[in-house]
C-alpha cells in the first residue's frame, strides 16, 4: 500500500513559477559556449520568404526587435538587402537608430561577388554577409563552366575586397549539409588564411538551407550539424565566429539549432515568430525561451512586446498559424472539457509555465461541444470574475443551449459575446 505524501511534487526547481522551465543538466554541457546569441533575418530571409516590407514597416520591425532585445544581448545583429531604395532606406534608419543606442547592430547581405562588394564599401557597416554557396548542388550549377574551384576563386576574390574596406567578411555557407566536408574545411582555412593578412576575423554562416540536417552526432557527414560544428572549430575557430542557420522543413529548426549550439556553435541565426522561405527559419522566440532554460542570459529578453509584432503582422495579412507555438491564437486555447475542468481546479496542470504573466497572453477555453460544464465555468470566471458551481440553473440553461446548438450541427466554437447575452448576470454574485 502506497503511503499518502504529506505535499505534491511540483518539481520547481525544473519548472519554476516565474520563469521558463529549466535544463537540469546530469551532466555540465562541455561545448556549450560561455556566451550565446541569436542573430536577425527577417528583414531578408523574411523579406524572400513572401514578407512584404515598406521603409516604415520595416523599421516597425526592427525598433519591436529593439523592444524585444532590449539590454539583454539576446538579439545581437539583424541583416539588410542593398539592393533595393526601400532596402537601404531600412538598412539607414537602422544605423542612426543603432548609433543613437538601439541595441541590435544593423549587418548587410550581398552574393560573394565584386559587384555586391561595391554596394556596401560606402554603407558605413562594420559587417557583411556573403553568400557562398557551398554545395556541389549549387558550385557545379549556378557558375559557368561551374565547379568548386571556379567558385571558391570567385568567393575569395569578393572576400579580399570586402577586407580591402575595412569590413568582416561573414561567410554563409549555403546548403552546407549537402556539401563535401573536405571543401567546406579547405575553403574556411583559405579565407581565415587571407583574412590573417587584415587582423579581421572572419565569421561563417553554416546554412541548413534545405532544412535536411540532423541533430545528431551518430550521423554521417554532411548530415549532422555537431559534426559539421565540430569540424569547424577543429580548423581553431572560435565560437563566436560561428552562427548556424536551419530552415523547418524537416521539423528540426528548433532541434538542430540546440545542437548547434551544444557542440560549440556560439549564433542562431533565425526570424522572430519565424517568418522566412518555404516553411521558415528558425524561430528566435522558441530557441532563446530554450537558452534561458539553461540559464544563458543574466537579463531576460521581454517576451510580452512580441504581441505587438504577432499584431503588426496580422495587420499586413501576414496573420500567424492560429495554432502556432506560444504566440498563435490558438496556442493556449484548450476545447476540450477535461482540461478546462483541470484549468478550474489548478490552471497549472495545463499550462506549460505562467503563460499570462512571461508571454503576456491569456489561457483560453472555446465552447464547443466537447468543453462541458467546465469549459463554460471557465469563460464565465475570467471574463466575469463569478464562481458557479456545476449546479447553478444559470449555468445549467446555458449549457443546455450550447448542447441545442451542436446537436443541430453547429461546427464553430461558441464566443463569449453569444454567452453573455444569454447568462443571468446575477447569478454567483
Not at 539592393?83 to 552574393?111: F, K, N, S, V
Not at 491564437?329 to 476540450?336: L, N
Request: glycine share 10%; with cysteine.
Amino acid at each position: 500500500m502506497t503511503t499518502p505524501e504529506a505535499s505534491p511534487e511540483y518539481f520547481p526547481e525544473t519548472f519554476p513559477q516565474d520563469s521558463f522551465p529549466q535544463y537540469r543538466w546530469t551532466a555540465p554541457p562541455s561545448n556549450l559556449p560561455a556566451q550565446v546569441w541569436t542573430t536577425e533575418t527577417t528583414h531578408r530571409d523574411g523579406q524572400q520568404g513572401g514578407l512584404p516590407l515598406n521603409p516604415q514597416q520595416g523599421l516597425k520591425i526592427y525598433d519591436l526587435m529593439c523592444q524585444f532585445t532590449g539590454q539583454s544581448g539576446a538579439i545581437r545583429q539583424a541583416e539588410f538587402f542593398v539592393y533595393r531604395d526601400a532596402d537601404l532606406q531600412m538598412l539607414q534608419g537602422a544605423l542612426e537608430r543603432h548609433q543613437g543606442g538601439a541595441p541590435i547592430e544593423p549587418t548587410t547581405w550581398i552574393r560573394a561577388s565584386r559587384k555586391d562588394v561595391g554596394l556596401v564599401q560606402s554603407l558605413g557597416i562594420q559587417e557583411t554577409g556573403m553568400l557562398a554557396s557551398i554545395s556541389d548542388y549549387h558550385t557545379f550549377h549556378k557558375f559557368t563552366p561551374g565547379g568548386r574551384s571556379q567558385a571558391a576563386r570567385t568567393y575569395l576574390e569578393a572576400v579580399e575586397m570586402v577586407l580591402d574596406a575595412g569590413i568582416r567578411p561573414r561567410l554563409h555557407l549555403e546548403d552546407a549539409t549537402r556539401a563535401d566536408l573536405s571543401f567546406m574545411l579547405e575553403f574556411i582555412g583559405q579565407v581565415q588564411e587571407l583574412a590573417s593578412r587584415y587582423q579581421i576575423q572572419p565569421k561563417f554562416r553554416v546554412c541548413d538551407t534545405m532544412g535536411l540536417g540532423l541533430p545528431l552526432e551518430n550521423v554521417q557527414a554532411p548530415r549532422s550539424v555537431p559534426a559539421l560544428i565540430k569540424a569547424m572549430r577543429g580548423l581553431g575557430l572560435e565560437a563566436e565566429q560561428l552562427e548556424f542557420h536551419p530552415h523547418n522543413d524537416t521539423h528540426l529548426a528548433v532541434a538542430n539549432s540546440l545542437a548547434a549550439l551544444m557542440a560549440g556553435c556560439a549564433a542562431i541565426n533565425g526570424t522572430l515568430l519565424g517568418k522566412g522561405e518555404r516553411t521558415g527559419n528558425a524561430p528566435l522566440e522558441g530557441i532563446l525561451l530554450h537558452l534561458i532554460g539553461m540559464g544563458c542570459f543574466q537579463e531576460k529578453p521581454d517576451f510580452t512586446a512580441l504581441n505587438a509584432l504577432v499584431d503588426f503582422y496580422a495587420a499586413m495579412g501576414q496573420e500567424l498559424p492560429a495554432k502556432y507555438p506560444l504566440y498563435g491564437k490558438d496556442a493556449h486555447r484548450t476545447r476540450a472539457g477535461i482540461h478546462a475542468d483541470g484549468l478550474n481546479k489548478f490552471w497549472w496542470m495545463y499550462a506549460p509555465f505562467d503563460v499570462p504573466k512571461l508571454l503576456g497572453r491569456p489561457l483560453e477555453v472555446s465552447i464547443t461541444k466537447e468543453s462541458g460544464l467546465a469549459g463554460l465555468i471557465f469563460v464565465v470566471k475570467q471574463h466575469l470574475g463569478m464562481e458557479l458551481s456545476k449546479t447553478d440553473p444559470a449555468l445549467l440553461k446555458l449549457a443546455a443551449w450550447v448542447d441545442q446548438e451542436f446537436a443541430a450541427g453547429r461546427q464553430t466554437a461558441i464566443e463569449w459575446e453569444e454567452i453573455e447575452g444569454r447568462l443571468d448576470h446575477k447569478v454567483g454574485v
